[in-house]
DNA sequence: ACCTGAACACCGTTCAAGT
DNA sequence: ACCTGAACACCGTTCAAGT
């Protein structure tokens, strides 16, 4: 078997929409691309460094997909950033464990601090509006993953009582649009 | 040794503000209370009985500080929620990785749909905006946690050249407050 | 340069057996 | 009722050895 970096995260991320993030090891992993563990360690340093570079590898999708886009806006950077990381289960989890300032995601980084300066973000709480953008999406995109495995247990009748019918499950775009609006005007409204 | 639930739980607490959340196994965990690891398992099904018992605790002592608040808003709830949430290391990802509907839990869901009808959300948005509020304290306060632990790696120079001095890190109470009065701001502005 | 065999030091979990 | 010894089936990682 021949490998390189990006045939074992292709690989990685062909598991990880098969079985899940527990179920990824190294061995697994190995064992679908029919080689030893051990091979692993030739093309990266360890495990960590293989999530990382999946999430760089997803990263860089989005700013393929961010080239086509003329005059993006938050609203833009954050759908594009929604759709491809629901193409990668569990990927919300991996950008959350993963050192972020690798040179794709770096530069979607920097392009959501410009957004926010767009949007009218103060100097001071650039990074504060960045993050939480960021963790906007990606909170959201863990909860339908979440959902969609549909393997988690019920909610209590009391609280199914209470809140029948959550329509963010039956509509989550029109969901996803609503919180982003809410980010968005919020931010707008506490810029002095 | 006598053991029970709790004492179990509080030694699990201790050692993840000793050690973090990867260093906490149910091995390292008996060792800690001279124990053998299959003791654990008369007091709790699994690990991850154990960390839902973790969050259910932490979801209690919120709802202690909360009997003491009168006319609560969902800015008190946030505070309240962030200060507990920072008194025991990698709370974050333990409330993000367990089944959410425990007793304790399952009302400050409940109170927090409940600000959320409060500050004008209408009924078919209650749950989306109840978990966007929810994430935002979890993101924030994973986020602070993660840079206290001051064991990261550097950003690249590229990076800090263009947003030099994160005023976050320093004011870390004022940028909370700033979040949370861009998440209210925008609830209250997309309300019909 | 690239891969493997074999090992090391860990995990979570089970279960018959002890008290 | 509560705890343990001993095992099972896994992990991530290393490294001398092979090609």
């Known amino acids: 078997m021949k490998l390189d970096r990006q045939t074992i995260q292709l690989a990685a991320i062909t598991l990880l929409n098969e079985e899940g993030l527990e179920k990824l090891s190294m061995r697994t992993l190995a064992k679908a691309l029919d080689v030893k563990a051990a091979s ?3 093309h990266f ?5 293989l999530m990382e ?3 760089e590898l997803i990263s860089g999708r989005i ?3 961010l080239e086509k886009v003329q005059n993006c806006d938050f609203y833009q ?3 594009i950033l929604r759709e491809e990381l629901k193409r990668v289960n569990d990927s919300p989890k991996i950008f959350e464990n993963t050192y972020p300032f690798t040179p794709n995601r770096t530069k979607l980084i920097v392009l959501g601090m410009k957004l926010m300066q767009d949007l009218g973000v103060d100097k001071q709480h650039l990074t504060v509006a960045g993050n939480m953008g960021n963790n906007f999406v990606l909170s959201y995109v863990a909860d339908e993953q979440y959902f969609a495995r549909g393997t988690q247990r019920q909610m209590p009748a009391e609280f199914a009582a209470k809140f029948p019918s959550p329509i963010d499950l039956a509509n ?3 969901a996803f ?4 609006a809410v980010f968005i005007r919020g931010v707008q409204a506490t810029t002095k």
Chains 1, 2 share one sequence.
């Not at 649009?177 to 982003?180: H, Q, R, S």
């Open 40 to 42: 692993l360690y030739f």
């Open 172 to 174: 989550p775009d029109e």
């Open 53 to 55: 570079g999946i999430a």
């Open 63 to 65: 700013r393929q997909r």
């Open 77 to 79: 950077l954050a759908h």
């Open 177 to 180: 649009d609503y919180g982003l």
């Open 45 to 49: 340093k360890n495990k960590d460094e």
